[in-house]
């Protein structure tokens, strides 16, 4: 049973770059089964794909954020990891990481960290 | 961009009853439809995946239906537990993927 964690620190200022990182425990990330994800939630909102990473580094995101994201992994630690640049607090959300099955579903999430962008 | 709508965004049942919720895309994808059920404080949960298969452990009172751009979610008979907020996602675009707003479900 895979189980997920997010780490990193709550509070963003403007403009500067909100760093998040998954610890991925109960199996390998080098996973052919698996992508990593990343997908986010604004307070009281819905659920918003961010991104995803496979174990070899191909990376995809979304077009509404790519120019403002990397998503990488780092498979000695079994970790993944998420940037967002030039935050505002529009990016203030409950981060998740997940994992995205190759059929094209997430099955296993963590808990979710709240990330406020606050001067 | 395949856009997601979901109806209603609320609704009201009562222990018992059947309840149903729907999701259209913005064009055909298949059987390319996923469920979660995401109950306040807690990250979402698989409930549905292919449009109907039933994600292991899950009840079998959820149930889905579909293909193409409309897509059903019901609840044979609603359970206290089953309070929570209902999303759709498309995989049709994979590797790009996009949620429905959500359906809240509440007790009458």
């Known amino acids: 049973q895979l189980q997920l964690q997010e780490s990193g620190p709550g509070l963003a200022k403007p403009s500067e770059t909100l760093s998040l990182t998954c610890s991925v425990s109960?199996?390998?990330?080098?996973?052919?089964?698996?992508?990593w994800a990343w997908i986010r939630q604004p307070p009281g909102k819905g659920l918003e794909w961010i991104g995803s990473i496979y174990y070899s580094g191909s990376t995809y995101y979304s077009p509404s954020l790519k120019s403002r994201v990397t998503i990488s992994v780092d498979t000695s630690k079994n970790q993944f990891s998420l940037k967002l640049s030039s935050v505002t607090v529009a990016d203030t959300a409950v981060y998740y990481c997940?994992?995205?099955?190759?059929?094209?579903?997430?099955?296993?999430w963590g808990q979710g960290t709240l990330v406020t962008v606050s001067s | 961009d395949i856009q997601m709508t979901q109806s209603p965004s609320s609704l009201s049942a009562s222990v018992g009853d059947r309840v149903t919720v729907t999701c259209r895309a913005s064009q055909s994808i298949s059987k390319y439809l996923n469920w979660y059920q995401q109950k306040p404080g807690k990250a979402p949960k698989l409930l549905i995946y292919a449009a109907s298969s039933l994600q292991s452990g899950v009840p079998s009172r959820f149930s889905g239906s579909g293909s193409g751009t409309d897509f059903t979610l019901t609840i044979s008979s609603l359970q206290p537990e089953d309070l929570a907020t209902y999303y759709c996602q498309q995989s049709y675009s994979t590797p790009l993927f996009t949620f429905g707003p959500g359906t809240k479900v509440d007790l009458k």
């Open positions: 109960g199996g390998s990330i080098n996973r052919s089964r698996y992508y």
């Open positions: 997940a994992t995205l099955d190759t059929r094209g579903w997430f099955d296993y």
